[in-house]
């Protein structure tokens, strides 16, 4: 079991995304998150892409904090976790081994091992978000739990999960001149998928595709290891800019259109109104909208399910697609989906009426944080070999050993 933090610390997440930022502050209180305060707003300083002006992001991050802070606290007085988001994200596997002198194999042979692949996995012009270990080798033979077994040579084969280190050091300025030290940033596309997946999807197979306003975080599961990722540069902003010069009117008139009368669904030539430049109403059919936002979505489905199925494994073991993120928020998402995808398909989001978050997919990673923070001692073990804190980053590995495979 994963050990849950002490109720008397206190914690704050952040989603930094190109159309808003959340701020979120909370503590454990019986076993479960109990939210102390919280922002969220339209965030500034995203130009295009990987390109920010840190200034001005910078007082994004500032307003939220200053608005969402508890009453009679401090930022310093809590652990501080945030996403990332990189178009240019990439994920490679890296196998390391070493001699076991025909011995058994014990908790510090798997520290060995884990910090050899870790010093090895660097990249010039890459900052190392992320390493799961996929499974051991034990002389050659794939094994999932190697404590206790006789070798000559024990090796590991681990995903990494790598950011351009420019983006990663943009970010960390942003917080860092605002007095605010992240403990631990996390992929967005794998903060999304610990909020929605199920223990079971991800052990039979599963794809979460996270549709923000300028990305799509793709992150997939199998035999409960994560086998694929990737940031696509395409999302909800792509459509409503189609709607805004399609129709001729405001991207604001675009965005609300798409909200209030979006749908995949053809809707029989049902007339509506919108505003247009000159602020008058216009009156359009509905299936005008619909040829609009229909082959938008179809291209992002489309080019999504090309980049997951490329990889043939990925391609037989995937069972399900679970989509979220704001830009899912549209009627008839799911039987498009499941079309195109050929498998079955659910829109992921809180379904607990009474939270604040029920039925709010754009919310999704800001939940996935909350949760990794709460495993961090599971999670954190690389960014402290990174700060080259090695007895600190031991004493986190070996919770992890003792939580996988004590």
């Not at 490679?92 to 042979?109: A, H, L, P, Q, V």
């Not at 995949?264 to 009156?283: G, Q, R, V």
């Not at 549209?330 to 009474?354: A, H, M, P, Q, W």
Request: glycine fraction near 6%; charge should be positive; charged fraction near 25%.
């Amino acid at each position: 079991m994963l050990r849950i933090i002490q109720s008397k610390e206190k914690y704050c997440v952040f989603d930094i995304g190109t159309d808003k930022l959340v701020c979120l502050f909370f503590k454990i209180k019986d076993n479960k998150p109990y939210i102390l305060g919280m922002d969220h707003q339209k965030s500034d300083g995203f130009l295009n892409n990987n390109d920010i002006d840190h200034k001005k992001l910078s007082l994004s991050i500032s307003r939220a904090v200053k608005k969402g802070l508890p009453k009679n606290s401090k930022i310093s007085d809590y652990q501080c976790f945030s996403n990332l988001t990189d178009i240019n994200l990439i994920s490679k596997k890296k196998f390391s081994e070493i001699n076991c002198g025909k011995i058994e194999i014990t908790k510090k042979d798997i520290r060995k091992i884990f910090k050899k692949s870790i010093i090895e996995s660097k990249l010039r012009g890459r900052c190392l978000l992320h390493a799961y270990p996929l499974n051991f080798r034990i002389n050659n033979k794939i094994i999932e739990n190697p404590l206790g077994h006789e070798c000559d040579k024990l090796g590991i084969l681990l995903l990494n999960i790598y950011s351009t280190y420019n983006l990663f050091e943009i970010i960390n300025k942003c917080f860092k001149s605002q007095k605010i030290n992240i403990r631990s940033f996390f992929d967005s596309g794998i903060a999304s998928s610990q909020a929605n997946l199920t223990n079971s999807e991800k052990t039979k197979g599963v794809a979460c595709i996270d549709i923000g306003a300028k990305t799509s975080k793709v992150t997939v599961f199998i035999n409960d290891k994560i086998v694929y990722i990737k940031v696509v540069p395409i999302g909800g902003e792509h459509v409503t800019n189609d709607i805004a010069k399609g129709l001729e009117i405001s991207r604001e008139s675009a965005e609300h259109s798409k909200i209030i009368y979006g749908t995949l669904n053809l809707p029989f030539n049902e007339k509506i109104e919108i505003n247009s430049e000159n602020l008058n109403n216009k009156t359009i059919s509905r299936n005008l909208l619909y040829g609009i936002i229909k082959p938008r979505y179809e291209e992002i489905f489309e080019i999504i399910r090309d980049q997951i199925f490329d990889d043939i494994y990925a391609r037989v073991s995937i069972k399900s697609i679970v989509i979220t993120g704001g830009a899912s928020k549209i009627y008839g998402l799911t039987d498009i989906s499941e079309s195109i995808f050929n498998r079955r398909v659910r829109i992921g989001c809180n379904t607990n009426k009474e939270s604040f978050f029920y039925n709010k997919p754009e919310f999704s990673t800001i939940l996935g944080l909350i949760r990794l923070a709460q495993e961090n001692n599971r999670f954190n073990t690389v960014n402290e070999l990174k700060r080259s804190n090695f007895f600190t980053a031991f004493d986190k590995l070996e919770n992890w050993i003792e939580e996988s495979y004590a």
